[in-house]
């Protein structure tokens, strides 16, 4: 079988800042208590009218341009979000028409929150190595200031808005490509992290809207717990499946939630921070976007070299997690 490799990454993040301070004037936090329980500084926060299927054509004109291709190569488009434009259609269906695509091109949505764009690489690659599609757009993109309670300072301040993408197609060398994925979920989790209304079992009522239950809800201390016992074992198992040691990688990009979290999965699979990709204290948590700003972000910045091996790893609502891993 032929490698499939990313071909082109690229990223996006909405003008507006919104730091610590400002979140300080709207509910009670504080800059202190923000950056030493998260280490989030600041976020993005989309512009006024600016939309999902906005952030992520930004992300997938740069994603597009690192590869060398036009909109119209692609045949396949994938997008990682929870936060579409609307319930209905997908948001890959507006991204589609929005970069000019062909009209043969299969356009979906996948959501799998924070673990989004690995479900959404998983899907993209199977399909391109079967050969029935030549060449992928994975995009994960998150509007979640749409869904944020701004009243609520146990999650308001953890949150931002951004898009990541990367190109996925057949690769020119064997022995360089994504090398696999593994993916997977906790269900009994459901509730830990979820928007309780809204959705087909309780239709938005104005009693709904009133009590805010239409935006999201997270019992912080129990997911932090779970997302450090979730993200060590998500990158024990691919080592193991793929038998590799974790000090022969190169990079770990993890999915940027919380840096407390990333440090705890550093000293538990005894790699140095260094090796680490952390990016969360400009944007903070952008659930689907989170992996690919940050893999965008990394290739740029010169921290992936040919030959390395990278893994990524994420957890999120539902609960699930995935990992991958990508020899460059
Ligand atoms: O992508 C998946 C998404 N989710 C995550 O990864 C989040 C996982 N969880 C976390 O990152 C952490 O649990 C948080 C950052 C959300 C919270 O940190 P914590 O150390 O678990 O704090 P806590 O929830 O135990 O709260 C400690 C105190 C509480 O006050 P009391 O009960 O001790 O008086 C909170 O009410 O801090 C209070 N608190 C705040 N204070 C100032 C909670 N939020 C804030 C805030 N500013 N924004």
């Not at 003008?15 to 400002?22: C, G, Q, S």
């Not at 993005?44 to 291709?69: C, H, N």
């Not at 994925?181 to 809207?209: H, K, M, N, Q």
């Not at 993200?231 to 840096?259: C, G, K, T």
Request: charged fraction near 25%; hydrophobic fraction near 45%; include cysteine.
């Amino acid at each position: 079988m032929s490698t499939i490799a990313i071909l082109g990454t690229g990223s996006y993040a909405p003008e507006r800042v919104l730091t610590n301070n400002d979140l300080a004037h709207m509910v009670e936090t504080s800059d202190e208590w923000i950056r030493s329980r998260s280490g989030i500084r600041e976020r993005r926060i989309a512009g006024d009218g600016e939309q999902t299927s906005d952030m992520g054509v930004q992300a997938a004109r740069r994603a597009l341009d690192d590869a060398g291709l036009k909109p119209t190569d692609i045949d396949l488009l994938v997008v990682a979000t929870l936060t579409p434009d609307m319930p209905m259609p997908a948001a890959a269906c507006l991204i589609q028409q929005k970069l000019g695509m062909r009209t043969d091109v299969a356009c979906f949505d996948v959501n799998a929150a924070c673990s989004g764009f690995l479900y959404a690489l998983d899907t993209a690659w199977a399909m391109v190595q079967s050969g029935r599609y030549r060449k992928a757009l994975v995009i994960g993109v998150e509007k979640l200031s749409a869904i944020v309670d701004w009243q609520d300072r146990t999650t308001c301040v953890l949150f931002g808005d951004g898009a990541g993408a990367a190109v996925l197609g057949p690769g020119d060398d064997s022995n360089r490509g994504l090398i696999g994925l593994r993916l997977g979920t906790y269900g009994d989790g459901v509730d830990l992290l979820c928007i309780p209304r809204g959705g087909s079992a309780a239709p938005a009522t104005a009693e709904s809207i009133a009590a805010r239950d239409h935006c999201m809800r997270m019992k912080g201390k129990e997911v932090f717990k779970l997302a450090v016992r979730m993200m060590d074992e998500a990158a024990r198992d691919i080592l193991e499946h793929y038998q590799l040691r974790a000090d022969q990688i190169s990079l770990v990009i993890p999915h940027q939630a919380n840096l407390r979290i990333i440090e705890a999965i550093s000293q538990y699979l005894e790699l140095p921070m260094d090796r680490f990709f952390v990016n969360v204290d400009r944007y903070g948590n952008t659930s689907a976007a989170s992996i690919p700003i940050a893999l965008d972000e990394a290739r740029r910045s010169g921290r992936i070299r040919a030959g390395d091996v990278t893994l990524l790893v994420a957890f999120g609502a539902g609960l699930t997690y995935g990992s991958a891993l990508i020899r460059w």
